[in-house]
């Protein structure tokens, strides 16, 4: 009998299913699924500091291989497996935590108090594969034919990866326009077939979840984050923030909101190691969006929305989303990583957001920006969407809601190198595709911009510029 199973989260239904199935949502009521374990049956370690032993270790194959990994590494906590045979992992996870010290003063929190966990050091340069390794672990369990997602870009990009790398033929759905150059060529490179639909991502989602249920004849596995099996991988970012601060909790994670997957994984994660004695307190929780893509902003903190047990007034979702639709109104933002109107998992969001007794802010384009050039000149490079949990911080703290002594940790979710087109427009007043179609130059605006100075080839012009 297997340890784990598929369970809807509806509190009405609670629907069952075998981790032998695949299913993107209840077959009964059509909400989402969680991944819930027998834990009585697990051998679970008493202590997070277990873990420890395996943080170095290296291997080409048998326990040294998910060792190596930073998801696998903590595979007692995502027993979902049944096997060790059937893990599909690229060695991703072994990201870096930053106590930032030259950063945190710029955002109002004093030195040593702020974090930044960057996810871009993984294998495709984005938090995705976290979940990948879990998805694709899933997908060969049950013998997926084809996989396929719709994608603003990382998560095609950590699809195509996985699938080269598996053998699995790969499909990404994105929307016309609608994705980062630095991303998409990561598909392409990989070799995914890669359909471009008109319309934004939520159109693609839309379908490739159509063609993933109605047409079974094809043979799509759907790799999106409304999979359960993505948010078990996901869970495994705030295995590693712990170890990184000596198994202590921080006192706020703060993450950007898109599909609204980081936050419902980490919920999650918290959520069943305090189930599991293994921590004794709990962080809140931020969720950052753009004020151009920010429908659980205007949701919760608008509308009032609230988990209520599970039992969240879907009527006013449904109406908020009409009224959207009605105005012909789309996301849109410089940071495409969360340019999604209608995040599916909206309502694992609301849970994690009571349990971690979560708020939810937005900051705009320009903001996004500034923090992004801030991350850059103090800490990492980082994609636009990363520094909307830097910006959202930094908002907190003006608020008076995130004390300056607190400990603070921001995801940062992707590389610097996603989207160097925003970057070089920040910095240079550059816009490339301005370029292509012979646009002006403007001048840059950002606070820190760094623009290349021309110089003659000479060497009294080159030291009167160094002067």
Known sequence: MDLAYQQCINPDCNATYSVSEVHVACA?????????????????????????HRWMTKGESGPGVLDFSGVWRFRELLPFYRTESDIVTVGEGRT??????????????????????????????????????????????????????????????????????????????????????????QALDYGALT?????????????????????PDLGIYLMNSVNPFRLEGQKAIMYRVLEAMNWEVPDWIVVPGGNLGNCSAFGKAFSEMQCLGLIKKVPRLAVIQASGANPLYELVTQKGLKWNGGRFDRK???????????????????????????????????????????????????????????????????????????????????????????????ILTGHLLKDPD???????????????????????????????VPVPDDLEAVVRALQ
Not at 174 to 185: M, V
Request: overall charge positive.
């Open 316 to 410: 006013r979702v449904a109406e908020y989303y009409g009224q959207l639709d009605g105005a012909d109104v789309h996301a849109h933002t410089i940071a495409s990583a969360i340019e999604i109107g209608r995040p599916v998992n909206l309502p694992k969001a609301l849970r994690s957001l009571d349990f971690m007794q979560g708020v939810v802010r937005q900051v705009d384009d320009e903001t996004i920006l500034e923090h992004k050039a801030m991350v850059g000149r103090f800490g990492f490079g980082c994609e636009p969407a990363s520094a909307a949990s830097v910006a959202g911080a930094h908002l907190l703290v003006e608020e008076g809601l995130i004390g300056r002594d607190e400990r603070v940790v921001c």
């Open 422 to 452: 925003a970057t070089v427009k920040y910095h240079t007043g550059v816009d490339m595709k301005a370029v292509q179609e012979k646009a002006p130059r403007q001048e840059p605006k950002g606070r820190l911009a760094c623009r290349p």
């Open 195 to 215: 359909l471009q639909i008109q319309g934004d991502f939520d159109a693609c989602l839309r379908r490739v979840r159509q063609i993933a249920v109605d047409r």
């Open 28 to 52: 009964q009521c059509g909400a989402l699924l969680d991944i819930r374990y027998d834990w009585q049956r697990v051998a679970v370690p008493k202590s997070m500091a277990f873990f420890e």
């Open 96 to 185: 870096n935590l930053q106590q930032a010290h030259l950063l945190a003063p710029q955002i109002g929190l004093n030195k040593g108090r702020l974090f930044l966990q960057y996810e871009g050091l993984n294998p495709s340069g984005s938090f995705k594969d976290n979940g990948m390794t879990a998805a694709f672990t899933h997908a060969r369990m049950v013998g997926a034919r084809r996989v396929a997602c719709a994608s603003t870009g990382n998560t095609s990009a950590s699809l195509a990866l996985y699938a080269a790398l598996s053998q699995i033929p790969g499909v990404v759905f994105i929307g016309s326009g609608k994705i980062a150059y630095g991303k998409l060529s």
